[in-house]
């Protein structure tokens, strides 16, 4: 088994997508699923993925597969999400509430207690049901709810300021939507979930090579063109 006191991120990134997967199978009454069936479901070999399940323990049966209400209880517990885990939302603009309304409505395993912002036109509206608040009242909400999860939809010339604040008060993890790199304490995770960079590095599956080695070449014909023009 590997060293129970290490888990690598990789692995801990993993969990979720085969706790989506186990909770479609049991919406289709799977009661038992293989790693060879878990690896189509997912995308991840069954070795892989055998490996990642026992950085935890022993989960299914050999010749059998795993017992998917069981496997996905014990996922959830090693996550965390076998209780609604409350969590906080700073950045009340069209993303903020995107998010705000996705974590409500389609999220069963969190608890948004509050969205914050500091424009006073759109501080006391409400997102749904949760009061936009100003961000004058994150520490008291932070600690009173003992909240360690904040996700981030700010501007990027705010984001470590923010992030500043957020850890003094106690947030021990960050999901980051900023555009930009924040800098924090050892101790705390931030993830960063850039929507611009992930649609942009898409967007170069969507031609050919022969596509992409065309545009290319134009674009050293045409400085070639400059060059002589300009005498270089």
Same mark, same amino acid.
């Given at each position: 088994?590997? %060293?129970?006191?290490?888990?690598?991120?990789?692995?801990?990134?993993?969990?979720?997508?085969?706790?989506?997967?186990?909770?479609?199978?049991?919406?289709?009454?799977?009661?038992?699923?293989?790693?060879?069936?878990?690896?189509?479901?997912? @995308?991840?070999?069954?070795?892989?993925?055998?490996?990642?399940?026992?950085?935890?323990?022993?989960? @299914?049966?050999?010749?059998?597969?795993?017992?998917?209400?069981?496997?996905?209880?014990?996922?959830?517990?090693? !996550?965390?999400?076998?209780?609604?885990?409350? !969590?906080?939302?700073?950045?009340?603009?069209?993303?903020?509430?995107?998010?705000?309304?996705?974590?409500?409505?389609?999220?069963?395993?969190?608890?948004?207690?509050?969205?914050?912002?500091?424009?006073?036109?759109?501080?006391?509206?409400?997102?749904?049901?949760?009061?936009?608040?100003?961000?004058?009242?994150?520490?008291?909400?932070?600690?009173?709810?003992?909240?360690?999860?904040?996700?981030?939809?700010?501007?990027? %010339?705010?984001?470590?300021?923010?992030?500043?604040?957020?850890? @003094?008060?106690?947030?021990?993890?960050?999901?980051?939507?900023?555009?930009?790199?924040?800098?924090?304490?050892?101790?705390?995770?931030?993830?960063?979930?850039?929507?611009? !960079?992930?649609?942009?590095?898409? !967007?170069?599956?969507?031609?050919?090579?022969?596509?992409?080695?065309?545009?290319?070449?134009?674009?050293?014909?045409?400085?070639?063109?400059?060059?002589?023009?300009?005498?270089?």
């Amino acid at each position: 088994m590997p %060293d129970s006191n290490y888990t690598p991120q990789t692995v801990v990134k993993r969990l979720p997508v085969y706790l989506r997967v186990l909770d479609n199978l049991l919406r289709r009454e799977v009661e038992v699923i293989s790693s060879k069936e878990l690896s189509s479901e997912t @995308g991840f070999t069954a070795e892989q993925i055998r490996k990642d399940l026992a950085y935890f323990g022993a989960f @299914g049966t050999r010749g059998t597969g795993y017992q998917t209400s069981y496997l996905r209880e014990k996922i959830l517990k090693i !996550i965390g999400l076998d209780q609604k885990t409350p !969590i906080i939302i700073i950045g009340a603009g069209h993303l903020g509430i995107a998010l705000t309304r996705y974590n409500v409505t389609n999220n069963p395993y969190v608890r948004v207690i509050a969205v914050f912002d500091n424009d006073p036109e759109v501080v006391g509206q409400k997102i749904m049901h949760i009061e936009i608040l100003g961000v004058s009242e994150m520490e008291r909400i932070i600690r009173e709810y003992n909240i360690k999860v904040a996700v981030l939809a700010v501007p990027a %010339d705010k984001a470590q300021q923010v992030v500043d604040e957020l850890t @003094g008060y106690g947030i021990r993890a960050v999901l980051n939507f900023a555009p930009t790199k924040i800098n924090v304490p050892a101790g705390i995770q931030v993830h960063n979930a850039d929507l611009a !960079i992930e649609l942009q590095s898409l !967007i170069y599956y969507s031609s050919s090579e022969e596509e992409r080695m065309n545009r290319l070449k134009k674009s050293k014909e045409k400085k070639g063109e400059k060059e002589i023009e300009t005498g270089q």
